[in-house]
């Protein structure tokens, strides 16, 4: 908690009576729903359930923390939602959102967002050691609160948002939607999340990778929503070159990421336009996120008419595990094997150095 001339930052757990709160900002402009809030609230108290849940039950788990000034003199004013969600279903990594509500009346946006971090750290929910967390990479500030709480640059990414319809006739680009022969883009299940989750490891570093903690049926779990791998079939062998995969991040409109291998594959460029086309047949077309670095995917992307949008740096925070040394069964201290080696009796002198006369 923060205090300053009369004036108080405090965090607390997402309640039913803040959402009224919540909506009397989003009138007066704010893009937050309400029930898109009612449906993390219900997340929230299960999450906090969880603690009684036997292990089966453990699964992916959901926390919201709102920042909130008050005073004396004046209402309670929600600021900020914080939003903490597992990445795996052991928990052992989550991804915090920060959510800007309104403007802070007596506190900076860094006061506020390091009380709000510090919270989720420390909270006894999420009994983790890893953290991964979004940022805009020219917000200074913020990025410079995230690097002195612990938070390293692990890779940056750009939005990519879809064409802007042409008319009412041709709403979108139809160009090149044939995939080639031996090409298919199927559904994520449980026989092509493997190869997948290999493609993604081989495209992050090692520290990512840690930080992550990822097994294949997390990658299962993000299924639907326009998820789907790229497959070779070739004599009755089936190989996955790439992958579109749901990212839910905030409240934001659906948003999925490219996966692919390091080395740049020809068929995926054959192959990516009757994807992207497939997208935009859906009811709410989602945003694309690409690796910054990558040229290829750009200029594709670029030939299919979507539009470039904003930089996003992804940061992580790791404490490391104290490995406890492994009892090997046979092997004695080395005290005990010198025991009965004892010095000469009586102790000899040190022989002197100095000339003889």
């Not at 930052?9 to 309640?15: Q, Y």
């Not at 900020?80 to 959510?99: I, K, P, T, V």
């Not at 309104?102 to 006061?111: G, N, T, V």
């Not at 992207?276 to 859906?282: T, V």
Request: charged share 20%; glycine share 6%.
């Amino acid at each position: 908690m923060a205090a300053k001339a009369g004036f108080r930052l405090r965090v607390e757990p997402l309640k039913a009576g803040h959402l009224s709160q919540i909506a009397s900002v989003s009138d007066a402009g704010s893009t937050i729903q309400n029930s898109a809030l009612q449906s993390l609230l219900v997340q929230s108290w299960i999450s906090r359930l969880d603690q009684f849940l036997p292990d089966p039950l453990n699964a992916r788990l959901t926390r919201v923390l709102a920042l909130i000034e008050s005073s004396s003199e004046s209402a309670d004013q929600i600021e900020s939602l914080l939003l903490m969600r597992s990445s795996n279903r052991r928990n052992s990594c989550w991804h915090l959102d920060a959510l800007s509500i309104a403007s802070s009346r007596h506190f900076s946006r860094q006061q506020g967002l390091r009380l709000l971090i510090q919270q989720a750290l420390s909270d006894d929910i999420s009994r983790c050691r890893s953290w991964l967390v979004r940022c805009d990479p020219t917000d200074r500030p913020q990025l410079d609160l995230l690097r002195e709480l612990g938070f390293q640059p692990l890779r940056q990414g750009r939005i990519w948002n879809p064409p802007v319809a042409a008319s009412p006739s041709s709403p979108f680009p139809k160009s090149n939607v044939q995939l080639p022969q031996g090409l298919c883009w199927s559904p994520l299940n449980r026989d092509n999340t493997r190869q997948l989750l290999t493609l993604e490891q081989a495209s992050i570093s090692p520290q990512h990778r840690q930080i992550l903690d990822r097994q294949w049926c997390d990658l299962l779990d993000l299924s639907g929503g326009g998820s789907m791998v790229l497959r070779v079939e070739r004599d009755g062998d089936s190989q996955v070159i790439a992958g579109l995969i749901r990212r839910p991040w905030g409240l934001d409109s659906p948003r999925l990421e490219l996966l692919r291998g390091p080395a740049w594959d020809e068929r995926i460029g054959a192959a990516l336009p009757a994807a992207l086309f497939q997208l935009l047949s859906q009811q709410i077309t989602p945003s694309l996120l690409v690796a910054e670095d990558d040229h290829h995917l750009r200029a594709l992307l670029e030939s299919q008419g979507w539009q470039e949008g904003t930089l996003e740096m992804m940061l992580g925070r790791s404490i490391w595990r104290r490995v406890h040394q492994r009892n090997l069964g046979g092997l004695r201290p080395l005290e005990s094997m010198l025991g009965r080696l004892q010095p000469q009796q009586p102790q000899l002198p040190t022989p002197s150095l100095a000339p003889r006369r």
